[in-house]
């Protein structure tokens, strides 16, 4: 289902994992940073979160239950934490029957800390930048954009809702740290241009996933 370079790192994590784990155990000793259990709590959540973030990122798996999301995200398209979220939260509720709740609120707040700094993690270098720019001048604009940015632009139909006149209007996608220059771009050129920016989730094609074509 995921593949055979999957599958092996899943053999190596589960029997190298526990070794890591006891090395790291030693290395630390008896080391108390905090006897506050809600730090205790967020800070173990925002470690677990970063940890499975750089695993699943690397296409692995620890070899615990991870693994079910990771087949739901590709057969389904669920995200990773949310799956694992419901999986723990479940868990979680099914022990206020016998065990200590407070201890069980507690492990919510981890669940709920680790959920939110994996999807963070998951998500970093990945989210871009689309912006859909309204001008008369949208040949020249998209030209520029083209040439300064090295970014390729789609034209879209449009009509005015008012005017009924009709005109393109640009459709672009670039990183966070680019959208600065983008705006400088359309403003030099149109200063009465009209922009709408927004964060997409994440972008596969030539020249984000693939590599870029010139011809």
Known sequence: ??????????????????FALEQ???????????????LCAV?????IGFALGIVIRAGASTGGMDIPPLVLKKRFGIPVSVTMYVMD??????????GDRERILYGL???MTYTIILDKVLVIGVRQTQAKIISERYEEISTAIQEKMDRGTTLLYMEGGHSGKQSRAIL???SGRELQKLNRIVMDID??????????????????????KYE
């Open 191 to 212: 200063d009465q241009a009209f922009m709408i920016v927004s964060q997409v989730g994440e972008v596969r094609g030539r020249g984000f996933t693939l590599t870029k």
């Open 172 to 174: 672009v996608v670039v």
């Open 89 to 98: 939260f479940m868990v979680l509720i099914a022990q206020m029957t016998f």
């Open 1 to 18: 289902e995921l593949g055979k370079e999957f599958a092996l790192s899943t053999l190596v994590a589960t029997f190298y994992y526990p």
């Open 24 to 38: 790291a155990t030693r290395l630390v000793g008896d080391m108390v940073f905090t006897d506050d259990p809600i």
């Open 43 to 47: 800070f173990s959540g925002v470690m």
């Open 109 to 111: 707040i981890m669940v």
